[in-house]
């Protein structure tokens, strides 16, 4: 059982007695605002302006969602949007976010469609696994929440954004624990709360290590409930427009089909979450497979602004062996009840509940300045000491908490409450994205977003357990507001994608690819012509653009 490491894991094994009774490593600020500029990913300048679109020439983007902003669209020159469905409120995405809207319409007597490039419940939502945030003690209250949540967003939250977030916490959980999310309680009934990273109190609820799926299983069964017409497999390709900026529905991709699908609609939710799959200077991913910032792509040609999409979530604690299961997820919940972070030498080198960019950035440090554990597969990482919570908690914690990690892991022959696990940053959440107001509304009539295609909320570092709660506030939130604001039907047609198109015909390097990329290995998207029976592809062009570049290795780089 990693044998590779015998010499490594026993100065670990060795050392565990004393260090649980230590108190953590302590940062001056000086020192975390270091480790960030010289090693977490967003401040190594690996980001530039783009030539085109609403943010042209000032906000800065990574490389490879600059080049996707940059892309033309997959649908073809000359498609005319003839109007397959006509409905009310049109929403993407069927994750948490797009499944609270379509609950919360459900008994306005609008006719709502739900588009979902996989099925429903496909999503980022499903892969998070600590927990919820909401103030619910007598020791914490909203103001708290919303301090915590500031401070660790680096001052750059929208605050109107966080207090609507902090305020609707408590209700939130009711609504879902009356929908029948099985929250963890202690002996008494109570819920039981777990501390997060920057969090001054425990604050976070949790369905032992699945608590995202929990949340998205009663969602799911919730809307399905629902008079709302489901659209699986269709991906949103573009948003439609009245021609004077206002969003008036969006063309879908069938994917059974190939069919391109026209639909009409008077309000559309944008909720198609973020965008880890494009996996940033090549760091694996945590994300779900549809990540791949196709609301971003949308919303920015109709002439959105996205704001902090130069800042992503790293979270430190990705899974780094075995090579199965690199980038996925072991909850910072396991840091929270006691696991520490300890380079080769079995050493202590940070406070594991500090937030998780300045973590990111001592755990990248510490493998660049090769204190780090290699792995057979030429990654490598720091351990994450789990058998250290059997001896803080008693034999038989990491079952009873977190099944959903031993399951994953002892299919391989590792079981966490013996052998300390082995992790790097994956990339993980995307803190920016398109501006909305308190309401869920963008820049533009007509759309309407919320959850992780959002920007402003989070700042520049989100904590966690609030990306759960954003989904079911400002699902719901947006729902509501286009109750009461929903426009008049009007003519659904192609000229803002026609103005962008113009646009990147006047810029001097456009992207050889088409965007949004919808899967993380393009697939060849064939479209046919809404209405017509030919299988055969009409944009051929289209399919040559959609070719995906292998990422570089960045632990193969800084291993060296
Ligand atoms: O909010 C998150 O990102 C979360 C709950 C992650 C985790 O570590 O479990």
Redesign the pocket.
């Known amino acids: 059982m990693m044998d590779w490491a015998q010499d490594s894991l026993e100065k670990v094994a060795l050392s565990r007695q004393a260090r649980a009774e230590q108190p953590p490593p302590k940062l001056t600020d000086e020192e975390s605002e270091a480790l960030l500029n010289e090693f977490h990913p967003d401040y190594l300048g690996m980001e530039r302006t783009v030539n085109v679109g609403p943010n042209a020439g000032t906000q800065k983007f990574p490389l490879e969602l600059a080049e996707l902003l940059e892309s033309d669209s997959p649908v073809p020159q000359g498609f005319e949007p003839a109007i397959d469905i006509t409905t009310d409120v049109l929403i993407l995405g069927g994750g948490g976010a797009g499944a609270a809207a379509a609950l919360t319409l459900a008994e306005s007597g609008l006719n709502v469609h739900l588009a979902t490039k996989l099925r429903l419940g496909d999503a980022n939502t499903v892969m998070?696994?600590?927990?919820?945030?909401a103030a619910l003690t007598d020791q914490d209250s909203t103001r708290r929440h919303f301090a915590d949540s500031y401070v660790g967003g680096h001052g750059n939250n929208d605050p109107e954004l966080l207090r609507v977030l902090c305020e609707y916490g408590p209700e939130s959980i009711l609504w879902l624990s009356r929908l029948g999310c099985l929250f963890d309680q202690n002996e008494d009934g109570t819920f039981r709360l777990r501390r997060?990273g920057g969090t001054s109190v425990p604050r976070?609820l949790?369905c032992r290590?699945y608590?995202?799926l929990e949340i998205m299983r009663v969602l799911k069964d919730a809307v399905l409930l629902t008079p709302t017409k489901i659209l699986e497999n269709h991906s949103a390709v573009e948003l439609l427009d009245d021609g004077e900026g206002q969003i008036t529905g969006a063309v879908l991709w069938d994917r059974a089909s190939g069919k391109l699908v026209s639909v009409s609609a008077r309000a559309v939710i944008l909720a198609t979450g973020g965008s880890g799959q494009l996996r940033l200077q090549g760091f694996p991913t945590?994300n779900h497979l549809g990540a791949t910032g196709d609301g971003l792509i949308l919303a920015y040609r109709q002439g959105c602004q996205l704001i902090h999409t130069d800042s992503y979530?790293y979270?430190p604690?990705g899974s780094c062996y075995p090579e199965a299961l690199a980038g996925q997820?072991?909850?910072?919940?396991?840091r929270a009840i006691g696991a520490q972070v300890l380079n080769v030498h079995g050493e202590r080198f940070i406070d594991e509940m500090i937030t998780?960019d300045v973590l990111a950035g001592a755990i990248i440090k510490e493998v660049a300045q090769n204190r780090g554990v290699p792995t057979p597969t030429h990654r490598a990482g720091v351990w994450l000491d789990t058998p250290l919570i059997e001896l803080i908690n008693g034999e038989g914690t990491l079952r009873r908490q977190f099944p959903g990690i031993i399951h994953r892991f002892e299919r391989y022959g590792i079981d966490p409450a013996k052998h300390p696990l082995l992790v790097y940053p994956t990339l993980?959440?995307q803190n920016g994205g398109i501006r909305i107001d308190a309401f869920g509304q963008t820049d533009l009539q007509g759309l309407w977003a919320a959850g992780e295609v959002t920007g402003g909320l989070h700042g520049t570092n989100?904590?966690?357990?609030?990306?759960?709660l954003d989904i079911t506030v400002f699902g719901r939130r947006a729902a509501e507001s286009v109750m009461e604001k929903i426009p008049e039907r009007q003519e659904a047609t192609l000229v803002g994608l026609k103005k962008f198109r113009e646009g990147l015909h006047e810029i001097q390097h456009p992207s050889p690819r088409t965007a949004p990329l919808l899967f993380p290995v393009a697939s060849k998207m064939k479209f046919q012509l809404s209405g017509e029976a030919s299988g055969e592809s009409t944009n051929e062009a289209s399919e040559e653009k959609t070719q995906f570049r292998e990422p570089p290795d960045p632990f193969g780089r800084r291993m060296g």
Not at 329 to 334: D, H, Q, R
Not at 462 to 468: D, E, V
């Open positions: 998070a696994e600590g927990g919820i945030q997060g976070v949790a290590d608590t995202g945590s979530q979270h604690s997820l072991v909850t910072e919940s396991i998780r993980h959440y989100r904590l966690m357990g609030n990306s759960l």
